[in-house]
Protein backbone atom coordinates (compact mmCIF):
# COMPACT_ATOMS: atom_id res chain seq x y z
CA UNK A 1 0.00 0.00 0.00
CA UNK A 2 1.81 3.05 -0.74
CA UNK A 3 1.52 5.87 1.88
CA UNK A 4 -0.68 8.89 0.70
CA UNK A 5 1.50 11.23 2.05
CA UNK A 6 4.05 10.29 -0.53
CA UNK A 7 1.96 11.40 -3.21
CA UNK A 8 2.17 15.17 -4.47
CA UNK A 9 -0.63 18.15 -2.48
CA UNK A 10 -2.57 18.33 -5.72
CA UNK A 11 -3.39 14.92 -6.11
CA UNK A 12 -4.04 14.43 -2.41
CA UNK A 13 -6.73 17.49 -2.70
CA UNK A 14 -7.80 16.01 -5.70
CA UNK A 15 -8.72 12.47 -3.80
CA UNK A 16 -9.90 14.30 -0.70
CA UNK A 17 -12.66 16.09 -3.10
CA UNK A 18 -13.77 12.53 -5.08
CA UNK A 19 -13.63 10.86 -1.25
CA UNK A 20 -16.29 13.36 -0.45
CA UNK A 21 -18.23 13.28 -4.20
CA UNK A 22 -18.27 9.29 -3.99
CA UNK A 23 -19.80 9.45 -0.21
CA UNK A 24 -22.06 12.30 -1.11
CA UNK A 25 -23.34 9.95 -3.95
CA UNK A 26 -24.03 7.27 -2.37
CA UNK A 27 -26.81 8.47 -0.03
CA UNK A 28 -28.42 8.84 -3.86
CA UNK A 29 -29.18 5.37 -3.95
CA UNK A 30 -31.32 4.28 -1.13
CA UNK A 31 -33.12 8.04 -1.37
CA UNK A 32 -34.02 6.66 -5.30
CA UNK A 33 -35.09 3.58 -3.82
CA UNK A 34 -32.43 1.73 -6.13
CA UNK A 35 -30.81 -0.71 -2.80
CA UNK A 36 -31.24 -2.24 -0.29
CA UNK A 37 -29.42 -3.17 2.81
CA UNK A 38 -25.78 -2.94 1.60
CA UNK A 39 -26.19 -3.99 -2.06
CA UNK A 40 -24.78 -1.58 -4.75
CA UNK A 41 -21.67 0.85 -5.33
CA UNK A 42 -20.42 4.05 -6.43
CA UNK A 43 -16.73 4.76 -8.01
CA UNK A 44 -15.35 7.79 -9.80
CA UNK A 45 -11.68 8.16 -11.06
CA UNK A 46 -9.47 10.46 -9.76
CA UNK A 47 -8.56 12.96 -12.36
CA UNK A 48 -5.15 13.05 -13.88
CA UNK A 49 -4.42 9.66 -11.57
CA UNK A 50 -4.61 5.98 -12.81
CA UNK A 51 -6.45 5.71 -9.50
CA UNK A 52 -9.86 5.37 -8.36
CA UNK A 53 -12.14 5.72 -5.10
CA UNK A 54 -14.81 3.41 -4.65
CA UNK A 55 -17.35 1.70 -2.08
CA UNK A 56 -15.96 -0.16 1.27
CA UNK A 57 -17.41 -3.37 1.15
CA UNK A 58 -19.88 -4.48 3.19
CA UNK A 59 -21.21 -1.22 5.04
CA UNK A 60 -24.33 -0.05 5.84
CA UNK A 61 -25.30 3.14 3.46
CA UNK A 62 -25.83 5.67 6.80
CA UNK A 63 -21.95 4.01 7.87
CA UNK A 64 -19.95 5.78 4.63
CA UNK A 65 -17.98 8.76 5.55
CA UNK A 66 -15.73 10.16 3.18
CA UNK A 67 -12.77 8.47 5.08
CA UNK A 68 -14.10 4.99 4.55
CA UNK A 69 -13.95 5.46 1.00
CA UNK A 70 -11.23 3.10 -0.40
CA UNK A 71 -8.37 4.48 -2.76
CA UNK A 72 -7.50 1.58 -5.56
CA UNK A 73 -5.36 1.72 -8.40
CA UNK A 74 -6.50 1.05 -11.95
CA UNK A 75 -5.97 -2.82 -11.89
CA UNK A 76 -8.31 -2.75 -8.32
CA UNK A 77 -5.37 -3.31 -5.61
CA UNK A 78 -5.96 -1.08 -2.53
CA UNK A 79 -3.65 2.18 -2.24
CA UNK A 80 -5.35 3.69 0.70
CA UNK A 81 -7.73 2.66 2.56
CA UNK A 82 -9.40 1.08 6.34
CA UNK A 83 -11.60 -1.29 4.67
CA UNK A 84 -11.64 -3.97 2.15
CA UNK A 85 -13.32 -2.69 -1.48
CA UNK A 86 -16.21 -3.41 -2.80
CA UNK A 87 -16.44 -7.13 -4.19
CA UNK A 88 -16.96 -5.34 -7.88
CA UNK A 89 -13.88 -3.08 -7.46
CA UNK A 90 -12.11 -5.61 -9.83
CA UNK A 91 -14.81 -4.82 -12.60
CA UNK A 92 -14.85 -1.26 -12.30
CA UNK A 93 -10.96 -1.18 -12.67
CA UNK A 94 -11.52 -2.77 -15.73
CA UNK A 95 -14.09 -0.28 -17.39
CA UNK A 96 -11.25 2.67 -16.26
CA UNK A 97 -8.54 0.87 -17.84
CA UNK A 98 -11.10 0.58 -21.04
CA UNK A 99 -12.81 3.48 -21.57
CA UNK A 100 -10.77 6.43 -20.50
CA UNK A 101 -13.83 8.68 -21.18
CA UNK A 102 -15.86 7.52 -18.22
CA UNK A 103 -15.19 8.89 -15.18
CA UNK A 104 -18.03 6.98 -13.20
CA UNK A 105 -19.59 3.52 -12.68
CA UNK A 106 -22.77 2.55 -10.34
CA UNK A 107 -24.32 -0.63 -9.79
CA UNK A 108 -27.51 -1.18 -8.63
CA UNK A 109 -29.64 -4.35 -8.34
CA UNK A 110 -32.51 -1.75 -8.30
CA UNK A 111 -36.02 -3.45 -8.55
CA UNK A 112 -37.19 -3.23 -11.95
CA UNK A 113 -34.17 -3.20 -14.19
CA UNK A 114 -32.80 -6.05 -12.35
CA UNK A 115 -36.59 -7.89 -13.33
CA UNK A 116 -35.61 -7.25 -16.85
CA UNK A 117 -31.60 -8.99 -16.29
CA UNK A 118 -33.56 -11.69 -14.83
CA UNK A 119 -35.25 -12.17 -18.51
CA UNK A 120 -32.04 -11.40 -20.31
CA UNK A 121 -34.22 -8.93 -22.42
CA UNK A 122 -33.12 -5.44 -23.54
CA UNK A 123 -35.35 -2.81 -22.43
CA UNK A 124 -36.82 -1.45 -25.69
CA UNK A 125 -36.97 2.48 -26.54
CA UNK A 126 -40.69 3.01 -26.28
CA UNK A 127 -40.60 6.81 -24.58
CA UNK A 128 -39.00 9.40 -25.67
CA UNK A 129 -37.46 10.18 -22.09
CA UNK A 130 -35.15 6.74 -23.18
CA UNK A 131 -33.91 8.39 -26.41
CA UNK A 132 -33.26 11.25 -24.78
CA UNK A 133 -30.97 9.49 -21.89
CA UNK A 134 -29.94 5.94 -23.58
CA UNK A 135 -30.53 6.50 -27.37
CA UNK A 136 -31.92 3.58 -27.51
CA UNK A 137 -32.33 0.35 -25.82
CA UNK A 138 -30.63 -0.57 -22.74
CA UNK A 139 -28.95 -3.62 -23.58
CA UNK A 140 -28.36 -6.89 -21.81
CA UNK A 141 -24.71 -7.55 -21.15
CA UNK A 142 -23.58 -11.45 -20.34
CA UNK A 143 -23.58 -13.88 -17.39
CA UNK A 144 -20.43 -13.27 -14.97
CA UNK A 145 -19.69 -14.61 -11.73
CA UNK A 146 -18.59 -11.68 -8.73
CA UNK A 147 -15.31 -11.15 -7.78
CA UNK A 148 -12.92 -10.54 -10.35
CA UNK A 149 -13.17 -8.48 -13.62
CA UNK A 150 -15.46 -10.59 -15.84
CA UNK A 151 -18.20 -8.36 -15.55
CA UNK A 152 -16.28 -4.85 -16.42
CA UNK A 153 -15.52 -7.01 -19.20
CA UNK A 154 -19.31 -7.63 -20.00
CA UNK A 155 -19.60 -4.01 -19.51
CA UNK A 156 -17.22 -2.77 -22.08
CA UNK A 157 -18.04 -5.34 -24.78
CA UNK A 158 -21.64 -4.78 -24.63
CA UNK A 159 -21.76 -0.95 -24.19
CA UNK A 160 -19.26 -0.70 -27.40
CA UNK A 161 -20.43 0.87 -30.00
CA UNK A 162 -23.84 1.73 -28.04
CA UNK A 163 -25.05 5.30 -26.57
CA UNK A 164 -26.38 3.73 -23.93
CA UNK A 165 -24.73 4.54 -20.71
CA UNK A 166 -26.15 1.30 -18.73
CA UNK A 167 -26.21 -2.03 -19.24
CA UNK A 168 -28.29 -5.29 -17.73
CA UNK A 169 -25.90 -7.53 -16.72
CA UNK A 170 -28.38 -10.84 -17.27
CA UNK A 171 -29.11 -12.42 -13.45
CA UNK A 172 -27.82 -9.84 -11.77
CA UNK A 173 -28.16 -5.89 -11.91
CA UNK A 174 -27.54 -2.51 -13.90
CA UNK A 175 -23.98 -1.06 -14.11
CA UNK A 176 -24.21 2.60 -15.57
CA UNK A 177 -21.44 4.74 -16.31
CA UNK A 178 -20.87 8.69 -16.66
CA UNK A 179 -18.49 11.23 -17.65
CA UNK A 180 -18.32 11.71 -13.82
CA UNK A 181 -19.92 9.32 -11.24
CA UNK A 182 -22.37 12.15 -10.84
CA UNK A 183 -23.83 11.17 -14.52
CA UNK A 184 -23.81 7.36 -13.80
CA UNK A 185 -25.76 7.67 -10.68
CA UNK A 186 -28.25 9.94 -12.94
CA UNK A 187 -28.19 7.32 -15.28
CA UNK A 188 -28.96 4.83 -12.95
CA UNK A 189 -32.15 6.03 -11.74
CA UNK A 190 -33.42 6.65 -15.13
CA UNK A 191 -32.74 3.26 -15.89
CA UNK A 192 -34.69 1.98 -13.29
CA UNK A 193 -37.47 4.96 -14.13
CA UNK A 194 -37.49 3.93 -17.69
CA UNK A 195 -37.66 -0.25 -16.70
CA UNK A 196 -40.88 0.61 -14.48
CA UNK A 197 -42.51 2.65 -17.02
CA UNK A 198 -41.76 0.07 -19.81
CA UNK A 199 -42.67 -2.83 -17.83
CA UNK A 200 -46.02 -1.12 -16.76
CA UNK A 201 -46.69 -0.19 -20.60
CA UNK A 202 -46.26 -3.61 -21.74
CA UNK A 203 -48.36 -5.38 -19.09
CA UNK A 204 -51.49 -3.66 -20.58
CA UNK A 205 -50.06 -4.29 -24.59
CA UNK A 206 -47.58 -4.11 -26.50
CA UNK A 207 -45.62 -0.53 -26.58
CA UNK A 208 -45.20 1.40 -29.95
CA UNK A 209 -41.51 1.43 -31.25
CA UNK A 210 -39.91 4.96 -31.34
CA UNK A 211 -38.46 5.43 -34.99
CA UNK A 212 -34.64 4.92 -35.17
CA UNK A 213 -35.01 8.63 -37.07
CA UNK A 214 -37.07 9.98 -33.99
CA UNK A 215 -34.73 8.26 -31.21
CA UNK A 216 -31.07 10.28 -33.04
CA UNK A 217 -33.19 13.16 -33.30
CA UNK A 218 -34.43 13.48 -29.47
CA UNK A 219 -30.88 11.75 -29.09
CA UNK A 220 -29.26 14.65 -30.76
CA UNK A 221 -31.46 17.19 -29.06
CA UNK A 222 -30.82 16.21 -25.64
CA UNK A 223 -27.31 15.97 -25.21
CA UNK A 224 -26.68 18.96 -27.69
CA UNK A 225 -29.11 21.39 -27.42
CA UNK A 226 -30.97 20.88 -24.24
CA UNK A 227 -29.75 22.20 -20.75
CA UNK A 228 -25.92 23.95 -21.89
CA UNK A 229 -24.91 24.34 -17.93
CA UNK A 230 -23.27 22.27 -15.99
CA UNK A 231 -25.57 19.30 -14.38
CA UNK A 232 -28.64 20.62 -16.50
CA UNK A 233 -30.54 17.62 -15.04
CA UNK A 234 -33.90 17.86 -16.98
CA UNK A 235 -35.24 16.20 -19.87
CA UNK A 236 -38.44 16.77 -22.02
CA UNK A 237 -40.68 18.98 -20.37
CA UNK A 238 -38.88 20.07 -17.37
ZN1 LIG B 1 -24.33 -6.79 -7.84
Not at 110 to 124: F, Q
Not at 189 to 210: C, F, K, N, Q
Request: aromatic letters at 6%.
Amino acid sequence: MTDPNDLDPPLRAAIMRIRAEVCTLHALLPANGLVAWTAGNISARVPGADLMVIKPSGLEYAALTPESMVLCDLDGHVVDGRYQPSSDTGSHAYVYRHRPDVGGVVHTHSTYATAWSARGEAIPCVITAMADEFGGEIPVGPFALIGDEAIGKGIVETLDGRRSPAVLMRNHGVFTIGKDARAAVKAAVMAEDVARTVHLARSYGEPIPIPEADIDALHHRYTNVYGQQPHADGADGT
